[in-house]
């Protein structure tokens, strides 16, 4: 359904439903009992004037089935840019809405089948908010965006998944993207991660879960800079297929609003992928982490101690063997954290920081092996976040560096190279 149906297959495999019901000694239908309604507001901000409109769009429907299937009231918003106009109607920037009653029926209309298309999908949307044409990766474009959707959410708590491209904290494009989005092509088409996180501030709410469902964000550049505006993020230090996260895995688990949901939400974005490479010939890989955005402050403080006991050593330290999350262009965005400490240290890594660090990072999942084979991950060196190590091979990314919180709070502003950075 909807352009990846190996997702549906997956999720219909793994959770089955027996619907029963009976009526009265009279024949008449008794009145339903009251539902438990879910704790949060899911939020959608879909970035896809790029080539990624196919998968983004088709995630709207995936994002629906799992809807569908939940068992509890729920409401999905979704702000939508894209190549693609929604339907018959003329505007590609819009908000839609889904409110299931966790009996089967979305916007009061049962669940669509199988058979069901994407255009159905978006014809039973109700359209709750449009706009004239606008840049969806710039500031004030997204503060307004992010404030009607918290507006018109029912619930005080909400959850913000993003789909777009990402290239981590640079201000370069190096693959389709600088930072997060792109609206367009060139990096004036997209978004700093510093305004977004601004963005996200004008809301005036703390956002229960950030979803980066773009590459390369799971760097502790990234989740320090959004360490006020979220309780929890799911990110991955990879680049993410474009196909994206299965959504119809795990929708409920996302809307109950707690860890042990967010850490299903992880698991199932690997139990996909590992399905793909085991049962199809399809490409997959994936990494993935849950990160607890309040413990980043401390991590950067452990991470300090490393970098100032050790900076003589990094004078010319060498980044070879150590796990690279960068590929292609990328090279040299990312690097382990934890084998990096652990390179630093002998081949043993402090207490302080391996404790510190295992209170920040609350679950992570790797595939070890992948198509494409570059794409396999050292399970036995991955702590789930990455982080830039400064090499002479980047010095555009290291001027960059120079200027965000990360590069003074983390201690690599005391460090002198040999080279001329």
């Given at each position: 359904?909807?352009?990846?149906?190996?997702?549906?297959?997956?999720?219909?495999?793994?959770?089955?439903?027996?619907?029963?019901?009976?009526?009265?000694?009279?024949?008449?239908?008794?009145?339903?009992?009251?539902?438990?309604k879910?704790p949060?507001?899911?939020?959608?901000?879909?970035?896809?004037?790029?080539n990624?409109?196919?998968?983004?769009?088709?995630?709207?429907?995936?994002?629906?089935?799992?809807?569908a299937?939940?068992?509890?009231?729920a409401?999905?918003?979704?702000?939508?840019?894209g190549?693609?106009t929604?339907?018959?109607?003329a505007s590609?920037?819009?908000?839609l809405?889904?409110?299931?009653?966790?009996?089967?029926?979305v916007?009061g209309?049962?669940?669509?089948?199988?058979?069901s298309?994407?255009?159905?999908v978006?014809?039973?949307?109700?359209?709750?908010?449009?706009?004239?044409?606008?840049?969806?990766?710039?500031?004030?474009?997204?503060?307004?965006?992010l404030?009607?959707m918290?507006?018109l959410?029912?619930t005080?708590?909400?959850?913000?998944?993003?789909?777009?491209?990402?290239?981590?904290?640079?201000?370069?494009?190096f693959?389709?993207?600088?930072?997060?989005?792109?609206?367009?092509s060139?990096?004036d088409?997209?978004?700093?991660?510093p305004?977004?996180?601004?963005?996200?501030?004008?809301?005036?709410?703390?956002?229960?879960f950030?979803?980066f469902?773009a590459?390369?964000?799971?760097?502790?550049?990234?989740?320090?800079?959004?360490?006020?505006?979220?309780?929890?993020?799911i990110?991955?230090?990879?680049?993410?297929?474009?196909?994206?996260?299965?959504?119809?895995?795990?929708?409920?688990?996302?809307?109950?609003?707690?860890?042990?949901?967010?850490?299903k939400?992880c698991?199932?974005?690997?139990?996909?992928?590992?399905?793909?490479?085991?049962?199809?010939?399809?490409?997959?890989?994936?990494?993935?982490?849950l990160?607890?955005?309040?413990?980043?402050?401390?991590l950067a403080?452990?991470?300090?101690?490393?970098?100032?006991?050790?900076?003589?050593?990094?004078?010319?330290?060498?980044v070879?063997?150590?796990?690279?999350?960068?590929?292609?262009?990328?090279?040299?965005?990312?690097?382990d954290?934890?084998?990096?400490?652990?390179?630093?240290?002998g081949?043993?890594?402090?207490d302080?920081?391996?404790?510190?660090?295992?209170?920040?990072?609350?679950?992570?999942?790797?595939l070890?092996?992948?198509?494409?084979?570059?794409?396999s991950?050292?399970?036995?060196?991955?702590?789930?976040?990455g982080?830039?190590?400064?090499?002479?091979e980047?010095?555009k990314?290291?001027?960059?560096?120079?200027?965000?919180?990360?590069?003074?709070?983390s201690?690599?502003?005391?460090?002198?190279?040999?080279?001329?950075?």
């Amino acid at each position: 359904m909807f352009g990846k149906g190996m997702k549906k297959w997956f999720f219909l495999a793994s959770f089955a439903f027996l619907l029963s019901s009976c009526g009265g000694d009279d024949g008449d239908t008794p009145e339903p009992l009251p539902v438990e309604k879910a704790p949060l507001t899911v939020l959608a901000y879909l970035v896809a004037n790029n080539n990624l409109d196919d998968e983004l769009l088709a995630n709207i429907g995936i994002m629906y089935d799992g809807l569908a299937d939940m068992d509890k009231p729920a409401t999905l918003l979704v702000y939508w840019d894209g190549r693609t106009t929604m339907g018959d109607k003329a505007s590609n920037h819009l908000i839609l809405k889904y409110e299931t009653d966790g009996r089967g029926n979305v916007n009061g209309l049962p669940a669509l089948d199988e058979s069901s298309s994407l255009d159905e999908v978006v014809d039973v949307a109700q359209i709750v908010k449009e706009y004239s044409e606008q840049r969806s990766t710039d500031k004030a474009v997204m503060s307004r965006v992010l404030q009607d959707m918290v507006r018109l959410s029912p619930t005080e708590r909400v959850g913000l998944v993003v789909g777009s491209h990402g290239s981590a904290w640079l201000n370069t494009i190096f693959t389709n993207g600088r930072s997060f989005g792109q609206d367009g092509s060139g990096s004036d088409n997209t978004i700093l991660i510093p305004d977004f996180v601004e963005a996200m501030k004008s809301t005036g709410r703390t956002f229960d879960f950030l979803l980066f469902d773009a590459c390369y964000m799971g760097t502790a550049e990234v989740c320090y800079d959004f360490r006020e505006v979220t309780d929890y993020q799911i990110v991955s230090v990879l680049e993410v297929p474009a196909y994206g996260f299965p959504y119809d895995m795990f929708m409920s688990d996302l809307y109950k609003g707690n860890v042990e949901g967010y850490k299903k939400v992880c698991q199932a974005f690997i139990d996909f992928n590992q399905y793909l490479y085991d049962e199809t010939s399809s490409l997959s890989w994936g990494t993935v982490s849950l990160v607890d955005s309040e413990a980043m402050e401390a991590l950067a403080v452990q991470l300090k101690f490393q970098l100032v006991a050790h900076k003589d050593a990094l004078a010319d330290f060498n980044v070879k063997g150590l796990q690279e999350y960068g590929k292609d262009s990328g090279k040299y965005i990312s690097f382990d954290m934890e084998q990096f400490v652990k390179n630093l240290n002998g081949g043993v890594v402090p207490d302080a920081f391996k404790n510190q660090l295992a209170k920040t990072v609350l679950y992570k999942a790797c595939l070890e092996k992948a198509r494409p084979s570059n794409y396999s991950v050292d399970a036995t060196n991955y702590c789930g976040l990455g982080m830039y190590i400064p090499v002479v091979e980047r010095p555009k990314w290291n001027a960059w560096f120079k200027t965000i919180d990360w590069f003074t709070v983390s201690g690599w502003s005391e460090v002198d190279f040999s080279w001329n950075f």
